[in-house]
């Protein structure tokens, strides 16, 4: 149920897609494994290792230059450059032509030069390659003569040794050095504290709660997989005009290594007025024609379509109300999980007392433009760094609409309320997540788990971005005051830290503008400090993602942070005198029909006047 469609500029990771639609699923027959085309010997207690081996034998089709160099058998050197046509971490497919087939078959002593485009393979593959490779096959496709290579050492293995021990040296030395140096001008601020006793309180309070989430963010551990622990499992797929992406999420919701008997997926179309219908119909035949004998397709895959739009919590309930699993699992319609994610996702519910819980979410358009991937360094801070931390006391404030898990007791408990909830008068009409997570975070824990990954899609252009985070920041600002209801009860320090972290983005604006505006003007004094003091937090969180992620993208984080502090921190006084609207702006919900229809009504009575 997203507001980003997809553009002709889009860019997204390209996998060589397997022969059978849903290669990841283990055959209930045991006829076929899920490694069966990698050479490796599965065992159902390590699922680690099947994780590993399915992640190096991923083809990644891509186009970009390698140079090879061989020895022919006379032992003369020879250097030819080719295109590669997909790469994976253990070899690379190139275009050699015909005129090279006896060459390369008779080649010895090959070596591979290249460099890996950002956004061909995964991120924080992107670097320059020189490695030794194995002649394989030929193999003709598309009319072409390919050649395939084994390297010698896989590309992780590679990686780690010429690229990611030295990044980790590095941010490592920088994140400390940014760490002490906030330290210290906290430090100042104790000094001239007399002069502003409240500006400089809320500077020590948001510093210290800032280095706190990146502090409890390195402790934190996901929890490990149990492959006895197999709950059964109902996937939501809420879908509002959403052709565009729908046949993806549903394949790859079904596509999970999970026993087939214990997972279902349900679709509930909300009265969509474009082809999402006939797509998902299509996506079930093609499923069900290719697995239905083997993985009874047909009883686990369906779908529902809602008589009239009723926004995105009927839509969700309508598919809880037809579930059987005893926990149930809500996806976004333009969200694609990954293979391993609901065996990971379901792990913490081995304690009785979790009540939900929240996957990681990545961004599947990263490389689109630099709005895109400052979005994509955003995404895995806010997940990897602040929901962790907040996983470490049982309490994440959000499970996020994308990936997240509960029981479906609970939901069903709860499901009026959800339904019906107003705030001001006003139904609440976005802010799900948060709102569930509420109802199930003030009896139960909950809980993220890093090791559950879906990648989504965000919006590419500027007017749908803003719209979607004006949004979100009404939502947080509702569902916030009402969680502040209930928080104080839970674990003291994650009681304090919610509380503060309410305080400090609300304060946020009247502190920049008294520091950049108010200062200046009435003091005549540059305020240096105040901006070195941004800078540092932005480039921990920029460090942060690349000692995490070691990925090329890393500086879009400190973009992120001020394109924050000019555009989207005055979202926040916004939000103060409209949290209470129900309009999406960004779909036509019937609250935004609503609002349409007044707004013209109101235009028209005007022009009479």
Known sequence: MSEAKKEEDDVLLEEKKDRRVLPDVPDPTGQRSVLDRRGAEEKAADIASIMRNRSTGIRYKSRFPVNVRYTDIQGNRHTIIRECRDISDTGILLCVGKDAVKKVEEAGNIQLSFRIPPGSMPEGHEMKVKTAANYVRFDERDGETCAAFRFAEDLDTYIVRHKDRYIYVGSSILLIGIALMVMLMRGESVIYYKYNALLYTYSIIAAAFLLTRYLFGALYKPVKIDPDFKPSVSVI???????????????????????????????????????????????????????????????????????????????LCRGVDAAKGELVVFVDSDSFLDPYAIINLVQPFKDPKMGGVAGRTDVANTYTNSLTKMQAVRYYIAFRVMKAAEALFDTVTCLSGPLSCYRKEIVLKHKKDWLNQRFLGHKATFGDDRAMTNFVLSEYRTFYQDTAICSTIVPNKQRVFLKQQMRWKRSWLRESLMAGAFMWRKEPFAAVNFYIGLLVPIMAPVVVAYNLFYVPLTQHVFPTTFLVGILLMSLMMSVAQLFLRKSSTWYFGFLFCIYYEVVLLWQMPVAWVTFWKSTWGTRMTPSDVLAAAKKKSKKAATEKQ
């Open 237 to 315: 797929i809420p879908c509002f005009n959403e052709e565009t992406w729908i046949d993806r999420t549903i394949i790859s919701c079904m596509n999970q290594y999970y026993p087939a008997d214990k997972l279902e997926v349900i679709v509930v179309d909300d009265h969509s007025t474009d082809r999402s219908v006939e797509v998902i119909k299509k996506t079930i035949d093609d499923i069900a024609a290719s697995e239905d004998s083997r993985l009874n397709v047909r009883d686990r895959l369906s779908y529902i379509v809602q008589e009239k739009n009723a926004g995105k919590r009927e839509a």
